[in-house]
């Protein structure tokens, strides 16, 4: 019979094992307790602050063993407990300025990886990334960022998968459990309600708790479920008053009682107001130079000394860590600095791009390319040395370093690193002209479309690259392309139709010229083998098979806040921002106003066609819709029916609760079961404390996007309340 977990704590402490061979007998949260139970205060409390590991702001000491990167928090050495070494790894390990003057595979945008929708691509980007950190030397990856896009201005959208719930859920979790079967710690980021850049440090969040929870909240719902995080990431910006790294509320009662998370809460970096956070349910403050006090340090120690609360609470605080390092394998697989195979990874990145780049439009049938004689023209972009990527504290510079960087102004060192465009050496033009060795090739850089239309008309093609560069500190005011590249495409659409544009870009933006242009790509940023993988799409080496993560506006007049909310207020003032939309995040939205997007959530065109038929909803604990799929067209091809909700006996309502992806033979069908979340159906209930699922006939849909259902099928459903 096995001795339960606290006597097994107790023998540990009373041999004196040590925990190197408590590792290989206890669950993670027995070696935790029993660890915690040989620490003094001061070891406690050593535990719970970290420097940022590198030198801006201000000055501080840097231990000798820590890496130069995001985060460092010392180690207990006499009791076997390494130090955290942290690293930014949103979309790889992170550049950190090139001060490790090392590189990394930069993955393709986190909307391209959502773009994509498939969980098995994000698994393996996130173990990619997880693998390179820990030959690296690093165990903890501030990774994981699961926001929605409420904001499609927001200048770090780009870094997350989009505006529904599901589809971040699951795309995240996926990433974050495949950073963590390397043995190395993900965060899940930023919690919570942080969805836009702009005052980010000053704003409120006002949002009752209905809203929340059928929305954003059920994001990082799903995402921890899913993906079992190590930790919890809280923002900068305020929630109904408090701070989201001071809300009693949002960490003491839903993070950690309503969902029963066990892992700890690391602060933002510079985002502790004060020690009283810690009774509030931050377990660790990070970077702490950038506070005005090294709160979670003295005097967070001498609370825990004389204040039975506090002393409580730090043990709380120590164990969650405790347990996370040794459920991840922290203790057991320490990192092991080894050389990496950027090749192979650089292949896991170009496939996450190959899936993720999405065909919008292709009414003269340009796309795919075939290689023929022919005069083409090249236009933009930087095409002509590599692909642009997102900046911030997410930026990834290659092996070897970046093709190109431009920086875009700033008055200071945090600002400049933030603000800079940084180009991938991976060429779309070469990749171009690699695929069609026949045609005669011209580029020009577009700076000025009088010249680039006239090259446009001697030219038979044209592929026109525009870009818009988005970055963490600074949102982008409109969804116009920037530098008049919107009048570059119209002058030059104008003097040759048979034009492909191909946008790299952090989120939706505005196509005024789109009734002239022969066929449309979204490439997003595409990371470390981008050139290569937007080449493979156009000339159909791989189905264009991209479906969009986010609602593409057709004017500013389509969002429930046209403005972009505090840009008129003056630096450092308090503001609130509250959501017209409540729950009803992007297509939600749009279906309820009835309004028309330039392209809806979801859609994305194929080289092939595909029929959906069959569909059947079956009740029962877990609802299972049921329906086939067919490809009608004459080539191999990569479907993506969606499965929506459109109506509860409440009313009309929109909601994505499924889909599949699915690699089909030209004429092949295939029958399709997909089980449905009950929460989808549910509404919260903020007295009852949980969720509903009322009573009644449901209608279901299957579309090729949120903006093309086939017609409803109903099935009744059975009351029942669920637990939050």
């Known amino acids: 019979m096995k001795a339960s977990g606290s006597i097994r704590a107790f023998a540990f402490l009373l041999l004196g094992i040590l925990p190197a061979a408590a590792q290989q007998t206890t669950a993670p949260d027995d070696w935790a307790r029993a660890t915690l139970a040989r620490m003094t205060t001061a070891e406690k409390v050593r535990m719970l602050h970290g420097i940022m590991a590198i030198p801006l ?27 955290l070494q942290e690293t930014d790894a949103s979309l790889g390990v992170a550049y950190v300025m090139g001060l490790r003057r090392d590189g990394a595979t930069a993955l393709p945008s986190g909307l391209a990886s959502a773009a994509s929708w498939d969980p098995d691509a994000a698994y393996q980007a996130g173990a ?56 190395v710690i993900s965060t899940v ?157 650089a292949a896991v990145a170009q496939r996450v791009a190959e899936e993720g780049i999405v065909l919008l439009s292709n009414p003269r049938n340009l796309l795919p390319l075939s290689a023929k004689p022919q005069r083409i023209a090249v236009i933009g972009g930087h095409s002509d040395i590599g692909v642009i990527s997102g900046g911030g504290s997410s930026q990834v510079a290659p092996p070897g370093g970046p093709a190109a960087t431009i920086p875009l102004g700033g008055l200071d060192p945090l600002d400049v690193f933030l603000h800079t465009s940084m180009y991938m050496p991976s060429s779309p033009l070469a990749a171009i002209r690699t695929r069609n060795p026949q045609a005669q090739f011209s580029y020009s850089s577009g700076d000025y479309p009088a010249d680039a239309a006239a090259l446009a008309r001697r030219s038979d093609l044209v592929i026109l690259f525009a870009t818009k560069w988005m970055g963490e500190g600074v949102d982008a005011p409109d969804l116009t392309l920037p530098a008049g590249q919107d009048a570059l495409i119209q002058a030059v659409t104008a003097a040759n139709p048979n034009t492909i544009v191909v946008l790299e870009t952090g989120g939706p933006v505005l196509m005024p010229w789109l009734s002239q242009a022969g066929a449309v790509v979204e490439a997003w940023f595409p990371g470390a083998r981008g050139g290569e993988a937007i080449a493979r799409v156009l000339f159909g080496e791989v189905d264009a098979s991209g479906h969009l993560p986010m609602t593409f506006p057709a004017d500013m007049s389509q969002l429930p806040i046209p403005d972009l909310p505090g840009a008129a207020v003056p630096g450092g003032q308090a503001f609130d921002v509250s959501y017209p939309e409540g729950a009803n995040v992007g297509y939600r939205w749009y279906a309820a106003r009835e309004h028309k997007p330039l392209f809806p959530f979801g859609y994305g065109l194929s080289y092939t066609h595909f029929a959906f038929g069959g569909l059947a909803v079956a009740q029962g604990k877990t609802p299972t819709a049921t329906f086939t799929v067919t490809n009608t067209g004459r080539r191999d091809g990569v479907a993506l029916p969606q499965l929506y909700l459109t109506a509860t006996p409440d009313g009309k309502r929109q909601r994505l609760l499924g889909w599949q992806r699915l690699v089909l033979k030209a004429g092949e069908t295939r029958t399709v079961s997909l089980a449905i979340d009950p929460r989808f159906l549910a509404d919260w209930q903020e007295k009852e404390h949980g969720w509903r699922v009322p009573a009644g006939s449901f209608a279901f849909a299957l579309g090729e996007s949120a903006g093309q259902l086939q017609p409803s099928v109903t099935a009744v459903l059975a009351s029942r309340r669920l637990s939050p």
């Open 189 to 345: 980021k930023h919690f919570a309600l942080n969805d836009q850049e702009t005052g980010r440090h000053v704003l409120n969040v006002v949002m009752d708790e209905k809203t929340a929870r059928e929305s954003d909240l059920l994001a990082f719902e799903l995402t921890i479920e899913k993906g079992k995080p190590g930790a919890v990431m809280c923002g900068y910006n305020r929630v109904n008053g408090p701070y989201a790294c001071d809300n009693d509320s949002l960490l003491n009662g839903i993070l950690k009682s309503d969902w029963h998370f066990p892992g700890w809460v690391m602060s933002d970096w510079g985002a502790v107001p004060g020690t009283a956070a810690a009774l509030h349910g931050l377990d660790q403050q990070s970077g702490e130079q950038l506070d005005p006090q090294v709160f979670f340090g003295a005097p967070l120690q001498h609370l825990a000394e004389t204040d039975s609360a506090y002393r409580r609470r730090t043990d709380d605080m120590v164990l969650r860590i405790l347990r996370s390092m040794q459920a991840a394998g922290v203790i057991d697989h320490p990192p092991q600095p080894s050389p990496i195979d950027y090749e192979a990874d």
């Open 57 to 83: 702001g201000p000055p501080v000491a840097m231990p000798p063993d820590a890496l130069l990167g995001a985060g460092y928090v010392p180690g207990i050495p006499r009791l076997g407990i390494p130090a």
């Open 128 to 183: 990619m990334i997880g693998q390179e950190a820990r030959r690296k030397g690093f165990n903890v990856l501030l990774a994981g960022g699961a926001n929605l896009a409420r904001e499609p201005r927001n200048g770090r959208n780009f870094e997350y998968l989009g505006e529904d719930p599901l589809l971040t859920g699951t795309m995240a979790g996926e990433a974050i459990r495949g950073i963590q079967d390397q043995h």
